[in-house]
């Protein structure tokens, strides 16, 4: 089947520990984002990409890197310079042209312990 | 720049009676609007969409919404709410690039 899969589904990191998370998709699309969410916040982006080996911030990038060395795979790395790391993250892809809505990954729920 | 604005932040309805989430958008552009529901740490689900075809646009489970450009508002509802109808739903705005802005949510409450 066609979708967006994120792994793990809850992640535990100690405290000044880098953790990356999954996203990989088959759906052949050309864009894919990470966003964050924490209750009533609603979703902030972290990174997105357009197109291989390419990347921007979005608005809460800092303490954040991702990589985009294939087109189906976006992995998200929470470094230790991310001061409140615990959170929802939700990864998403969508074809990359206008007026196409995004798919959305399950989400990686991760907790600093 | 564009903007999403979810005037509600919760809104309860008791099963049965109509549903009605508010959502207004700032665009500098011609947007293509969708709403997304999340049920509790889950992902989330496209709803339905509006690219500039029909105003009124219908999606799954009973949901429509209707653009008001005179308004800036794409407003949810259902005619009547179902238990299952209980999640956050996000009304999001992509205005160019494809770059996706949320609304801050809705958690919507069905009571029996």
């Known amino acids: 089947d066609g979708g967006i899969t994120q792994s793990p589904k809850y992640l535990f990191r100690k405290e000044g520990q880098n953790v990356t998370l999954s996203c990989e998709q088959n759906l052949n699309h050309d864009a894919m984002y990470w966003y964050r969410q924490d209750p009533g916040q609603g979703l902030r982006l972290i990174y997105y990409s357009q197109i291989v080996n390419d990347f921007q911030k979005g608005d809460i990038a800092e303490g954040y890197s991702v990589s985009r060395e294939k087109k189906e795979s976006f992995p998200l790395t929470v470094t230790s310079a991310q001061k409140n790391p615990t959170a929802f993250y939700l990864c998403?892809?969508?074809?990359?042209?206008?007026?196409?809505?995004?798919?959305f990954g399950q989400g990686t729920r991760l907790t600093v312990v | 720049a564009q903007s999403v604005t979810q005037l509600d932040s919760h809104v309860s309805v008791s099963e049965g009676t109509p549903v009605l989430l508010r959502c207004n958008y700032s665009?500098?552009?011609?947007?293509?609007l969708f709403w997304y529901v999340q049920h509790p740490n889950k992902g989330l689900q496209l709803l339905l969409k509006?690219?500039?075809?029909?105003?009124l646009v219908k999606g799954i489970n009973g949901f429509e919404a209707e653009f008001k450009k005179s308004e800036t508002s794409f407003h949810l509802t259902k005619p009547s709410a179902h238990m299952s109808d209980a999640a956050e739903y996000f009304c999001v705005v992509d205005g160019a690039g494809n770059m996706l802005t949320f609304g801050g949510g809705t958690r919507l409450m069905v009571k029996p």
């Open positions: 665009s500098s552009y011609s947007p293509s």
């Open positions: 998403a892809s969508s074809p990359g042209r206008l007026n196409t809505e995004a798919f």
């Open positions: 509006y690219t500039s075809a029909a105003t």
